[in-house]
């Protein structure tokens, strides 16, 4: 007790706290998304996540050379389709000569190494913006989940190593490792947004892949019947435990700092990796304070990404990816 222990002597410098420290943030950590258009030469910034953008898929190949070299060694690809391509089944998706398909092979062409993870979801090919098919003012589970497995299977073809479903249909894990199995592709992994809530902080990435519900009849407003309330909490475990049941090799959290008690209470009772995804309104919210000179954006950034690490992550898909290799000088 007091006076013999004195917990400030661990404090007391910056080399005693470096080495008790209890958390330490990586280039290993990271996943990073990446967003991928038609064209060629292409690299426009996201207007709403400044400093982040779409890339073409020269630059994408530019891009993943650039992030190996810094370091980063894993990537998600998500991919901006055009409006002619889009309709209620997710035909596009299923392309073998589709963006997200040939996305995934220039990636692996240009950097064998790096990891490459996909995202599986109807949203950037549905002519309505949702996760699924669409019928009668429904989102159709069942028959969303056997579209996304084909997409899987599409996916997994070109080169990907792992899928991750982000569509929060019941059941689709399964589906989609039946699938995997069925083709040969029994070391192609599952990556599943577990706990994906229906949250407010996901406006930018709509943004940049133009994947907002419509507003027109018959068709749901937003994604609250699949994705979870951000009221529960219990809800999380459950959704979690059923999709490694299923066959998920990693589940995710999303968003990030707003669920951190989803987090740790996933990390009390699961023995799988946990990816937590740092998404696009938690990077706007930083960019947009710090250029208003409201907050420190190295300073903010750093103390997010150790709070995501220390409630669990063993994965942050984050677009500070780089922006945390430069503070390492």
Known sequence: MYPLIRNRRLRASES??????????TPDDFLVPLFVVEGKGVKEEIASMPN??????????????????????????????????????????????????RAIKTVKNACP??????????????SYGHD?????????NDETAEVLAEMSVSHA????DFVAPS?????????????????GFQNTGIMSYSAKYASAYYGPFRDALDSAPVDIANVPKDKKTYQMDFANRLEAIRETQMDIDEGADIVMVKP?????????????????PIAVYQV????????????????????????????????????????FAKDFIRTLG
């Not at 005693?16 to 420290?21: A, E, G, H, Q």
């Not at 630059?59 to 002619?84: A, H, P, T």
């Not at 019941?170 to 039946?178: A, K, S, V």
Request: net charge negative.
């Open 16 to 25: 005693i706290r470096r080495l008790v420290r209890e958390t330490l943030v």
């Open 52 to 101: 982040y953008f779409r890339l073409s898929l020269d630059n994408l190949e530019k891009e993943v050379k650039e992030l190996w070299k810094m370091g980063l060694c894993s990537v998600l690809l998500f991919v901006k389709v055009d409006e002619k391509l889009k309709d209620n089944k997710g035909t596009e998706a299923i392309n073998p000569n589709g963006l997200m398909q």
């Open 113 to 126: 190494q790096m990891l490459v993870m996909t995202d599986v979801a109807l949203d950037p090919f549905s």
């Open 132 to 140: 699924g098919i669409v019928a009668e003012g429904q989102i159709l």
């Open 157 to 160: 073809q070109a080169g990907a």
């Open 167 to 183: 569509d929060m249909m019941d059941g689709r894990i399964l589906t989609i490792r039946e699938a995997l199995e069925d083709e």
């Open 256 to 272: 990030g700092l707003p669920y951190l008690d989803i987090v740790r209470d996933i990390k009390n009772e699961v023995d799988v």
């Open 280 to 319: 696009s309104g938690e990077y706007a919210m930083i960019k947009a304070a710090a250029e208003k000179g409201w907050l420190d954006h190295d300073a903010v950034m750093l103390e997010q990404l150790t709070a995501i690490k220390r409630a669990g992550a063993s994965i942050i898909a984050s677009y």
